[in-house]
């Protein structure tokens, strides 16, 4: 499989979304996940799996991020549904270890984000739109696997970029990587063999690759990534105030968030801290 890094999507300027646009959205999104999971039963990447890895301690690689990017009690339901997103994400994912030359899939670890498996609503992009979504907030920690697979030299077997800049992301610098269920992953081969830190404070999201042998990160240089300063910014179904959009009140996107708030405070009482 080659590296996968489509055109982004260029845009100055912001669209409201439709009905019509909506629907059509949907049709592409169920054709892509059928396309997806044929490929993979057909060939897709191995399962990889958690070990103590003792020879495995030196860091590689390192991606630390905020948790809290948006203090506006708009998007208050939105940071706590990410952080318990984040939560259970990262669970799956700390201590893999993935051999030399194997392919590590994000998608192929955390399987679909349901509330069966402890995710709830957060942000995701749609559409140019920030809206309501089990599951949303995900990018952040695909973001940072970009990172640390960038650091560290990986081959990069997929990567997809925002087609929309996001507020407080990399998305800007072409250091992004969004992912989708399941049609729209991460996917990366180290060159040595290397353990998965993937771990949360009260404060901050922190990604690491260990391996056998120490070695300074690889220098990147952002502007020959995926640059993309004539992306539009993507709005935010919580603070929005295109009263006319079809999602805005009583169209999906106010009920929707209305119910995230809803889940994301007794999620919050289980263990997330507010900010």
Known sequence: MTALSPPRQRAATW????????LVFDAKVWAFRA??????????????????????????????????????????????GKVQNLRVACRAL????????????????LGPPT?????????????GCMTPAIGGGLCQLSNALYEVALQAGCRI?????????????VAAAGRDATIAWNYVDLRFAPEQAVRLYARMDEDSLTVQLLAAQPGAPVSVNSAGLDAAPELAEARSCGSCAEVDCFRHEGGGASVAYSAATEETVSAGAAGISFK
């Open 115 to 127: 509330r069966a498996r402890g995710y709830v609503a957060g942000r995701m992009l749609r559409e």
């Open 35 to 80: 396309r997806r999971a044929l490929r993979d039963v057909a060939g897709g990447p191995a399962r990889l799996a958690k070990a103590e890895a003792p020879e495995l301690v030196h860091t590689i690689a390192e991606s630390r991020t905020p948790l809290w990017s948006d203090d506006s009690l708009a998007e208050q339901a939105m940071q706590v």
């Open 15 to 22: 669209t409201r979304p439709s009905r019509l646009s909506g």
């Open 157 to 169: 077997v997929e990567r997809h970029p925002h087609s929309r800049v996001v507020p407080g992301s």
């Open 94 to 109: 700390d201590g893999l270890v993935i051999p030399a030359g194997a392919v590590f899939s994000v998608w192929r670890h």
